[in-house]
């Protein structure tokens, strides 16, 4: 019995996205009953067939998956850049020393077979597993895990989220070839789940040499199931199967190398192009489809496959040095304002309104949708209390400043503009401004804006300390009170209960005060072929192919 | 072909190239957004940045100068042939332009042989057509051709020849065949541009005098057309060059994102909205260069495939070859005598 068809077999958590569960996840209760229904058909079978459409689940060796992006990963570096299309490659090619179970968020062994965390949370000890080898023959040691730790930690702001996984790092020791050991300044709890990550994958010595922008490039030597064959800028990225790979994770379906032969993500940039190739047959996997076309792939009887990005949801955040963001009555009042479940209407099937500042998929969420009730006269009399008066035009006015702001955001999310007539009928006037994602970037970075908009995609909570700690990233510009000392002691202990408690308080407290507006949850949905199977989704939602096979109808 | 000629005229080209930059330079700069920020999002997610990262990072591109400054130097390394680093690839320049630009260019040799053909097609059958509702309906083909958006034109050849019937693959694959529907699209807006000027100079051509006295002696009138006038029509097509260039360059950007194929177009597109300005840059410099290039070509060797104008240069020598060809170009065909018997002379003469 496999691991994945164990957890696909429990229907709770089926509709949360197991490892290798295939078929459309949502997290919307009306899939709940059909998910109940193919749980109980897989423990009658119970041999790891998941396929709605009946195949023997016995997976077949060979093939290249024809993958269609939509965007070209301008550099192909997990260590350097964040962007999904280039993760998705990243964790092809390279593993890490745990891997995080996507059902239970649990962190299990992968390049460390064990390891041990002192108390404080300071010092991390990790066991390796022995034999492991990069692509180019050379051995995987502590050492390896050593310089690659080094080589982030020089890569400065070019390694930006690998730099705040292992902030405050002190040292790190290799006693003998299998034993690392990390030591922190203060307590850093998060940094196990970070070791999962494949911004923290390794690459082999050779690779650590090349400059950041060879590496960009592609001149990248992993240990993973596939290696980087060819890097072509706007037309395609080939990967091949390691023949010699034997060190999959604890949570893959089965160990040795990968079934598929190889990997060929093409860059495809029309939505309607991608969609057409897939109903063709020309490619395998949609990696962006979009709302309109999920009927009719669903009718052809294609799998959509999907799964919340973990972390802080698609949220306006009001930023206290913006003159009507600053008003505490105004952000509870735009909380109170938005109907998340009209919200629901404009995004596709599998997407989900936000019922917290994470969303679902987060290991510690927890629902507290009681908190983002639609409330308009609630939010209309909070207003008016802070001396927020309607004027001529519906639009109010206190002081003579109009409560009038404007948003730019460049990502592809309609759902803003039922925000913005929501909001209307509050009379808070919300102008949105799509732009390009440098103008918004700049902009953000600026931060003369009263608010910004986005998410954060990170599998542990600790993405709300990073993101809206007044000691981090700050991003409400918030003096530090009563939601840091929560936000703190959330790094000393590696115990999930305690710190799924503070970070629910923590959330609670940042809602309470408006310091974020949450909407919708960010889910990549992606279209497969009737001949792929076990396309799978690791803790982060990106993919990992190690269990991924192509067989019966094209 | 005077020496002095062709240095005054490579002189302008440089002015153009230098004014192309300057222009792009300041452009670009001037726009709102910040390379190095965009370098370093996260994938466009919220994040915040370290400043004294942002601005040793800023420093290695040199944007913590003074804008006159940076310029200098921008255009200091251009001179050395540096186009520098592509902010967001990490690759020079040189080599992102260079590894693009032979998918464009096998493209837009298709598409150009594509739209000459069909253009003289369209051009020959309006002309010879005797159906005024036939020369008319195939009169109005090229306007239609510019007006069809080269976007729509591409899915909807998409959805017949690949996604319906599987002649061809939708996504560039490298094979011959991955070609042929781009090449088609592109060539549909350039080849209307042929026909029309073509149309054009036929007609101007098919009411001279020497056809009826062709006609006479016993030539067919699509002998005659495709003998005597249809050479001395195509010199305005010529000129054209630039134009068609320029056309298919823009074409390409649309052609290669639909036909999600690697080229010029695809890299000008990404670098733009990445505001990769060293790269944008580059592709500004390089477009401008072939273009004068092109137009230079054109000029040079517009005198040896139309005599006359060696004639009038000889005669009028204040007169420069362009103002000559211009005087063509505005007047079509003004005196189509038969080019053979003009070239018969001219050798006679020389």
Redesign the interface.
Known sequence: MNIASLHASDPAHFAGGGRAARTRRTYSTRFALAALTAGSLLLAGCSGSAGAEGDDGQPQKGGVLKV?YDT?P??VDGQQ????V??NITRQITDSLTDQDPKTGEIKPWLAQSWDVSDDAKTFTFHLRDGVKFHDGTDFTSASVKENFEAIRDL???A??G?TYIDGLKSIDTPDKQTVTFTFDQPNAQFLQATSTMNLGFYSSKTLEQ????R??GDLVGTGAFTLEKV????AITLKRNDDYDWASSLAAHEGPAHLDGVEF?????A??RN??L??G??DVDTTVQSQDEQTLEAQGLDIVSRANPG?VYNL?PKTTGQIAEDEAVRKALNKGIDRQQLATVVSDHQAPATSVLAKSTPQYEDLSDLLAYDPDGAKKLLDDAGWKPGADGIRVKDGTKLTTTLTY??DAPFLELVQQQLRTIGFDLQLEK???????????EGKEDF?F????RSDADILRN?FGANE???NARKPGEIDKVLARTTETLDEDARKADFTQATKLILDEGYSIPLVELTGIVGTGKNVHDFAFEASSRYQLHDTWLGGEQ | MSLRFLASRLAQGLLVLWIAFTLSFFLLYW?????V??M???????????PA??A??RAEFHLDQPLIVQYLFAFGSLLRFDLG?SI????PVTE?IA??LPSTLALAALALVIALLVGIIIAVSATLSRRPLLRDALAALPGLGVALPTFWVG?ML??FF???L?LF?????GTPAAIVLPAVTLAIPLSAIIAQVLFRSLQNAWVQPFVTTFHASGYTRLRLLLRQALPVALLPTLTMGGVLFGQALAGSVVV????????LG??AQ?AV???DIPLVQGIVLFAAAVFVLVNLITDLSYPLLDPRLRAARRTRRTSTVTEAAHQERGSDVANPVPSSATAGSEGARA
């Not at chain 1, 986005?454 to 995609?457: A, R, V, Y």
């Open positions: 269609a070209d301008q550099c850049v964040g962007y999904n280039t993760l400065g702001a070019k930006s989220i730099q400059t950041p922008e060879q960009c490039t072509e800028h706007d037309k093409s860059i495809v940039p029309e309607s192009v057409g190739s109903l063709s020309q490619v802080v955040v460049w990502q732009k390009t994602i440098a103008e918004v970037t700049a902009l953000q970075a910004t986005g998410n954060l995609t993101y990233q700050n991003s | 726009l709102p957004g910040d390379p920020i965009t370093l999002g996260a994938g466009g997610e919220l994040q915040s940045f370290d990262e942002v040793r990072l680093t967001q690839a990490g690759t992102a590894s693009a899915l998409l959805q690949s996604f319906r599987p693959p939708a996504v560039s694959d290669e994102n639909v036909f999600s194929r690697q080229g695809r890299l990404t909205t990445g505001q």
